[in-house]
Nanobody, 117 residues
């Protein structure tokens, strides 16, 4: 299985981006899928997860998500999305998708999101 993110780029503050994470091979199966981000000089942090049944979870510590980010899933396409609205310069980071399947951690290569003020 390979995870491939796309949709990152440069956007002005207040803009929107929709990130995608596509799984090749056997896909995500019935496993949860997560989004992480890593800002310059900071640790990678988990902020959103989604189950096979599209139940969404957001990290309590991730105040930045509230009202702005939404995790979505299309099982038929083996793709998970991250809709990001009203972006702020503080959202500048590399965004990674992750799935733990059969005791193995799968990561995408990351997609850069840069928000200019």
């Amino acid at each position: 299985v390979q995870l491939v993110e796309s949709g990152g780029g440069l956007v002005q503050a207040g803009g929107s981006l929709r990130l995608s994470c596509a799984a090749s091979g056997t896909g995500f199966g019935f496993n949860d899928v997560d989004w992480y981000r890593q800002a310059p000089g900071k640790q990678r942090e988990l902020f959103a997860s989604i189950t096979f049944g599209a139940n969404m979870y957001y990290a309590d510590s991730a105040d930045f998500v509230k009202g702005r980010f939404t995790i979505l899933r299309d099982n038929a396409k083996n793709t998970v999305y991250l809709q990001m609205n009203n972006l702020e310069p503080g959202d500048t980071a590399v965004y990674f998708c992750h799935a733990r399947m059969e005791d193995y951690d799968y990561w995408g290569q990351g997609t850069q999101v840069t928000v200019s003020s």
